[in-house]
């Protein structure tokens, strides 16, 4: 392949985890529609890197959070006062985690190389789960409120109970299913279990930390085999840096929408996806 081709390739790739990753439409979805359909052949291990860049985009964006909750983890002196908050939205991290590896483990063989009709079915699924969160949350709340503007910028780590962070990291698990979007499915998880849109935007991405962290080390040793020369660490490198700052805008973006109460609009472009490739390609 060209070397030109490689490089708007690996600027392709990292476009498209930057955008679809944090915006609730499935990276790992378009990325399989990519490979099905333009020969883009991924390996696991490159979309594993990928999503190196978004943990460093979400660090970027939560650090003042990540900061108070590593403060609170690593302080070990008795006099000092407890970050009661803190400490609390560690051990609901904790429980999600440990959730999300009970259903992601077992759905890994299929993730890996799935049916053209499991990524449509689960486009169509994220689709359905934002709508309904919307028409939910609009029974709620038919207005915008003063609640949701103060709280927009607040970073208070406001945990969620024990049940909800199970569930949360259950819907988690699901979303290494191509199609099933990670941001779509734990955000809107959330605001249907109660929680307020602060507090599913700051858990959602935290609770991918250790997720992205722990494919990472299951896949590293397998780097090495799939890099065929020195110079494709480099279109992998420019993949990253693309995909990291594409993860910013699309971070600040969903951000807006959510608490503009427009991410039924992402479900309709996932209903539509996915009519489309049911009706062309079944």
């Known amino acids: 392949m060209h070397t030109i081709q490689k490089v708007l390739n690996a600027l392709v790739q990292g476009l498209v985890q930057g955008i679809t990753e944090f915006l609730p439409i499935s990276s790992s979805g378009h990325i399989t529609l990519l490979e099905i359909f333009f020969g883009f052949k991924i390996p696991l291990t490159h979309i594993v890197l990928l999503h190196l860049a978004s943990l460093f985009a979400i660090v970027l964006y939560n650090r003042k959070l990540l900061a108070r909750l590593i403060r609170s983890l690593t302080n070990i002196n008795p006099r000092s006062q407890r970050d009661t908050q803190a400490h609390a939205f560690i051990i609901m991290l904790a429980i999600a985690t440990a959730s999300t590896a009970l ?47 103060l709280h927009k910028h607040n970073y208070e780590c406001r945990a969620p109970h024990p049940l909800q962070a199970l569930v949360i990291g259950l819907a988690q698990g699901l979303a290494v299913l191509p199609g099933i979007s990670r941001s779509g499915c734990t955000i809107a998880v959330a605001l249907l279990l109660g929680l307020q849109k602060s507090t599913a935007f700051q858990f959602s991405f935290i609770l991918a930390i250790p997720a992205i962290i722990a494919s990472f080390l299951f896949t590293v040793g ?33 951000k807006n929408m959510l608490y503009s109460k427009l991410l039924w609009i992402f479900g309709v472009y996932l209903f539509a996806l996915s009519g489309l490739l049911w009706i062309l390609f079944t």
Not at 135 to 140: A, F, Q, S, V
């Open 222 to 254: 397998d780097i090495p085999a799939t890099v065929d020369s020195a110079l494709d660490y480099v279109y992998i490198v420019i993949a990253i840096i693309s995909a990291f700052f594409v993860s910013l805008a699309s971070l600040t973006l969903l």
């Open 103 to 149: 259903i992601a483990i077992p759905l890994q063989t299929i993730a890996e190389d799935p049916p053209l009709l499991i990524v449509i079915f689960s486009f169509a699924t994220t689709g359905i789960l934002l709508f309904v969160t919307h028409i939910y949350d609009r029974l709620r709340h038919p207005y915008p409120t003063q609640s949701d503007a």
